[in-house]
């Protein structure tokens, strides 16, 4: 019976042990916010971005909506929020936990 009572609750323990394993990266509506605060301006409202920017940058921004942008891993994403890419310097004042958050958001994205 002790035994199991004791299986028993390793199996739940297991359970929650694996539920906390993969707790979500980020939060879709607080990135939301970093995005209009830290990327909009370059980016535009859906991320398709922003002509007069990249004219400016001499850069060609991909819409972050487009396979090229949605297959890089949250990883790759996170370096270019980090360091930047091509002409594209990183914004300041952005935590960790605003890119893990802006990541999700960037995820939602679709074509409008
Ligand atoms: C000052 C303008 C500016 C800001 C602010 C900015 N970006 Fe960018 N971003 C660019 C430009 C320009 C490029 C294209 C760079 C290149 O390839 O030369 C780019 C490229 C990217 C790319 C790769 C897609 C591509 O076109 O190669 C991602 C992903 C991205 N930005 C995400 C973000 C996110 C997320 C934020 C906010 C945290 C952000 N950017 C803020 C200007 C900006």
Redesign the pocket.
Known sequence: MVRRVAGMLAVIGLGIGVGWAQPPAGDVSAGKI??EK??R???GDYGE?NPD??KK?K????P?WSE??QK?TDAE?RK??TEG?????P?KN?TDAD?DN??QF?RTLKKP
């Not at 850069?59 to 991909?62: D, F, T």
């Not at 890419?85 to 310097?89: A, P, Q, S, V, Y």
């Open positions: 970093v995005f830290k990327c301006i370059c980016h971005g920017v990249a940058l850069a060609e921004q991909k972050l090229e942008v890089k994403l270019i929020i890419t091509g002409k594209m310097k914004p952005v890119k802006v990541i960037v």
